[in-house]
């Protein structure tokens, strides 16, 4: 039997078809509605999660500004300071040309936990490089999860030991960055009904199975432990806590903590999903949210903007692998807008310059 072409290109389409896995699958919506991309943000705003890395030219930083400037980002809050001679270095590259446009947070090296006095340590060099600039500290998110003393145990993230340091921020009026824990979906079975499922196929280092790691109810509860211990610390929870799927849950937690609130790096997606409720609670708790992004990219910030500002329906997030459901708009109002922006922030974290924010 002879097949005519058209009849051998539909059978080679159909067998394509056939094989196509849905890591390939990417249809285009045929759906018209208004809407369109947002490239700058209303209102100045401050990242209040960033991060810049080793130590950066003139050239490099003065193009940083004019990319931050395009987006109307008057001030990025670089995670990654370092601390000791490195911190200095970080201060002195960022803030020496462009004194208001950077706040650099500390970090501290938790190798020699177990050594005697290690948190008093801790706390003295925390403080030497608030002198020299540092703003707050970050704590990465290996703190609670596979961070381990010499004799293999976990570091909780409430761990006794440590307290030195908590109290050192609040008594220096400095902000700690926190990260603990990862989505939920990632401590679960990588199955059918896992909702990050194409995420830790193609990414299966990202998975936290049982047998490796505490569950995430678990490093949550020592979160909160911490948090409620330390009641004269400022904290600001990072990634709206892997809670933006039960904002309800995360809602709670900032009632019953005064000192705490947080930021929506990496968490967009969950956000731009459910525009009625999340608008709802960006009102109730306008007080406590920051915005932050966690990786520079500066395209992706046109989705930020469009989601918290716009009332546009069904567009597209930038990661396929974070969402592969489409975006609605918050079309927050502007008071919280400004608040999201840059005024919580201003408020949280000290020697942030308010000129360049509007009223």
């Not at 270095?89 to 006095?117: L, W």
């Not at 709670?252 to 990496?266: H, K, Y």
Request: hydrophobic share 40%; net charge positive.
């Amino acid at each position: 039997m002879v097949l005519s072409l058209s009849t051998l290109c539909l059978t080679v389409l159909i067998a394509r078809q056939q094989t196509m896995t849905i890591e390939e699958y990417d249809p285009r919506s045929t759906l018209v509605v208004p809407g369109r991309e947002i490239q700058r943000a209303k209102f100045p705003f401050i990242d209040v999660h960033n991060h810049q890395r080793g130590t950066m030219s003139a050239g490099a930083l003065d193009t940083l500004i004019m990319e931050m400037d395009k987006l109307n980002m008057r001030v990025m809050v670089n995670l990654s300071g370092g601390s000791g001679e490195r911190l200095l270095q970080t201060v002195r590259t960022m803030k020496g040309e462009y004194p208001d446009r950077f706040v650099v947070f500390a970090n501290i090296d938790f190798s020699n936990i177990d050594s005697t006095g290690f948190a008093a340590r801790a706390a003295a060099q925390l403080e030497r490089d608030v002198r020299n600039g540092a703003q707050g500290l970050k704590i990465y998110k290996n703190f609670g999860m596979t961070l381990k003393d010499s004799e293999g145990r976990r570091v909780k993230v409430d761990d006794t030991r440590l307290d030195p340091i908590w109290r050192a921020c609040g008594r220096l009026g400095i902000p700690v960055l926190i990260h603990t824990g990862e989505p939920a979906s990632f401590f679960e079975p990588i199955d059918r009904y896992n909702e990050r499922w194409l995420e830790l196929t193609q990414f299966p280092s990202r998975a936290r199975p049982a047998s490796e790691f505490p569950s995430w109810e678990e490093l949550m509860g020592e979160q909160r432990r911490l948090f409620a211990r330390h009641s004269r610390t400022s904290f600001i929870n990072a990634h709206l806590s892997w809670m933006g799927g039960n904002l309800g849950r995360l809602g709670e937690m900032l009632d019953s903590l005064p000192n705490v609130t947080t930021e929506i790096g990496a968490v967009l997606a969950e956000l731009g999903r459910q525009p009625r409720f999340a608008r709802q609670w960006f009102i109730k708790y306008q007080d406590r949210v920051m915005m932050g992004k966690d990786t520079w990219a500066p395209k992706e910030y046109h989705v930020y903007f469009r989601v918290l500002e716009s009332a546009d329906e069904y567009f597209d997030y930038y990661r396929k692998r974070h969402a592969f459901w489409k975006m609605y708009g918050l079309n927050l109002p502007d008071e919280v807008l400004k608040k999201l922006y840059s005024k919580n922030a201003m408020r949280i974290i000290p020697g942030i310059e308010k000129q360049s924010f509007p009223e």
